[in-house]
């Protein structure tokens, strides 16, 4: 099996529908996906959904500023839903404010922002300086998480640790990018196939996260 068979074969069976973002994750681009990502850790998205919405409606809007300027403990009653409230409002207020001290407004954090800074920030792993970097920054790195470590297991596919799993699937794409192109029918840009890649097996492995084995097995079909 490979990267790119694995991303062919999900494409086939419909993921994803062509109405979601096209980065995949909802408000790609924007300053939300920090939030977002932040408030995912050990969380189910409906439960980041409610935080994010709770932020919303009491704030207005979403922005570095807007974080910068709230109260942690106001911040930490708002995102409750997403748990683990009191710590993840203050990596929020701190990743916040030093992405404010070191690049001053977002869009320049996006233009600007490297993987070594983002993990050197209090609480952000490799996941979530990803997370970061592809959905919000449109930047070239491919999202591991455990519906893909679990996925690939499940095929018979163990690996160490999380750059090998991404080291494995990045490579296929990379070294099939022609054809990736052709199953899409035009060039697309890197970070988008990552970001599409990464979306396909989150939203597959949650369709089928009561099915057994062999049974996942057989609906990804001959390549396994």
Known sequence: ????????????????????????????????VVVGA???QNSRWE?????LNNLKNSLGELSLQVINQIDQKELSVLIKPAGF??????????????????????????????????????GV?????????????????LVVDNYTAKLLNLLGYEFESYPEIQEYLSDSIIENLDKVYDLYGKELPLSQ?????????VE???????SKPDEVRKILGAYF
């Open 1 to 32: 099996m490979s990267g790119f068979e694995l991303l062919k074969r999900l494409k086939e069976l419909g993921y994803l529908k062509e109405d979601k973002d096209p980065y995949w994750w909802p408000n790609s681009g924007s300053f939300e």
């Open 38 to 40: 932040i408030l995912t």
């Open 47 to 51: 439960n980041v959904e409610k935080a």
């Open 85 to 122: 409230y009191n710590t993840k409002a203050y990596r929020l207020k701190k990743l916040c404010f030093n992405i404010e001290q070191d690049y001053g407004e977002f869009e320049f954090f996006k233009k600007k922002v490297s993987r070594s800074w983002l993990l050197n920030q209090k």
């Open 125 to 141: 792993g490799f996941e979530t300086a990803d997370t970061i970097l592809n959905y919000a920054c449109y930047k070239e790195f």
């Open 193 to 201: 196939i990552y970001a599409r890649f990464h979306g396909k097996i």
């Open 204 to 210: 597959f492995s949650k369709d089928h996260k009561k």
